[in-house]
Structure formats: C-alpha cells, structure tokens
C-alpha cells in the first residue's frame, strides 16, 4: 500500500501521513487497502482523502481465511488478512484454551494439540466484516475536527472524501479529481 500526501505544510503533511499510517495499522486495512492519497491546503482550508480499497468475499472459516500447517504436536495458521486476526483468536481461545493459542506474528497462530481437519471447519465470526465501513471508519478518523462541510464519492473501489470549514468549492472538486492514488 502506498501513500501519497499533497500539501502546502510539508510538516503538516507528514504529520497526517503518520496518523494515517497509525489509523491504517489500528484498523488493521493493511492488506485490503491498496493505496491513499491525501491532499491539504490549509490556506483555503481543504483536506481530501482517496482511498483506494477491495471489498473482500465472504469467508468465515478458518479453512477459508488461512493456510494451515501441521507440526508435531501443533498446527500453524497463517491468515490470508490481518483484519480476520481478532476474530480468529478470539474463536481458538474458546475452543481451545487461551494457554494452547499463540500469537506468532501479524497474521500467524500456533494452536497446540489441535487437529488440521477440525480448525478448517472453525468458524470465526458471525457476520462479514465490511472493508468498507472499516475504510469509513479510517476517513472519520484521519479527517481533521472542525472539517464540517463533506463532499463524498464513491466510485467502485474508490472513496474520496473532501472537507472543508466553507461550502465546497468547484474547483475544490477538480483538484481532488486530479489527485492520483497510487497502489
């Protein structure tokens, strides 16, 4: 995922590109975000932000998240996506024991004395998680307080969010038009 931020405060800019990054990382969109761009212009004043995502399909078992590895005495699993990781440790902590599920990186899990079979079949959550509220939830967040005035369009998987304190301008609009995201 690549992020790209526009403006006139290179300190300010970079600033945003950190909270950004920390929001990204928080709501853990690191693999169904592709790209973003943010561009500010505090002299008018303007924030727009383009996310570029993908919406992700349906799975809700283990076997359909994950690549599962068997070793003596413990099997490995390693999630397709970070944003299933609190839902899958959650479903192996009841199922088998806070004491036999260990976090082993970012998007992998050791669960001992359990069976290859039967964690395929686990299933993890109760409704599908939406990319897309998630990438809604990054845009409320980032956006800066006092921003009152939006301007949103969604273009299949392009959000574009602009803000402003003043009712938005035209050529507010061309320039966020302009603004390229890049994955």
Do not use: C
């Amino acid at each position: 995922m690549k992020i790209v931020v526009v403006s006139s405060d290179n300190t300010g800019g970079e600033m945003y590109r950190h909270i950004v990054e920390r929001n990204v990382e928080d709501l853990a969109l690191g693999n169904s975000v592709t790209g973003i761009a943010v561009l500010i212009k505090p002299e008018f004043p303007l924030f727009v932000m383009k996310v570029k995502y993908r919406e992700r399909e349906i799975k809700n078992k283990i076997g359909e998240l994950a690549r599962i590895e068997a070793r003596s005495g413990s099997v490995r699993v390693i999630l397709e996506d970070e944003i299933d990781l609190g839902d899958a440790l959650r479903s192996l902590w009841s199922t088998y024991g806070r004491d036999k599920v260990e976090q082993s990186g970012r998007t992998e899990i050791v669960v001992r004395g359990a069976e290859p079979e039967s964690l395929k079949e686990l299933k993890i959550k109760k409704e599908r998680v939406s990319v897309s509220d998630k990438v809604n939830e990054l845009v409320n967040r980032v956006i800066p307080e006092g921003f009152r005035v939006r301007h949103v369009i969604k273009e299949g998987d392009l959000l574009t969010v602009m803000a402003a304190e003043d009712p938005i301008r035209e050529d507010w609009k061309k320039m966020a038009a302009d603004l390229a995201v890049d994955e």
